[in-house]
């Protein structure tokens, strides 16, 4: 797949970017490369290759699920201006 200067463009004007016209042709001398470079990626057999989530086999250390903090909510509560039913009141803002 090749792309003209046209077809950059418009793609500039639905991308909201603007472009000079060298930066136009820069652009898709870049843009034809890429196309150029799956093109060939695509070429590679892949059968018998099982999909990956990552390029290294990585493990995560995880640490031990444990709670760090106690419950504070009733002294929250207790400073708060207004509750009821374990749950703040604020006043009304919209009609």
């Known amino acids: 797949?090749?792309?003209?200067?046209d077809e950059v463009r418009r793609i500039a004007r639905l991308a909201?970017?603007?472009?000079?016209?060298?930066?136009?042709?820069t652009t898709r001398d870049q843009l034809n490369g890429i196309f150029a470079f799956i093109e060939q990626l695509q070429t590679v057999d892949t059968t018998g290759i099982e999909p990956m989530s990552h390029a290294v086999d990585v493990v995560q250390r995880?640490?031990?699920?444990?709670?760090?903090?106690?419950?504070?909510?009733?002294?929250?509560?207790?400073?708060?201006?207004?509750?009821e039913a374990g749950l703040y009141l604020v006043p009304k803002v919209i009609e």
Not at 1 to 5: E, I, V
Not at 16 to 25: D, F, K, Q
Not at 66 to 82: G, H, L, M, N, S
């Open 62 to 83: 995880l640490r031990e699920d444990k709670v760090t903090e106690f419950d504070r909510r009733a002294d929250f509560q207790k400073i708060a201006p207004d509750v």
């Open 16 to 25: 909201r970017i603007e472009l000079s016209p060298s930066e136009t042709e």
């Open 1 to 5: 797949m090749s792309l003209s200067l």
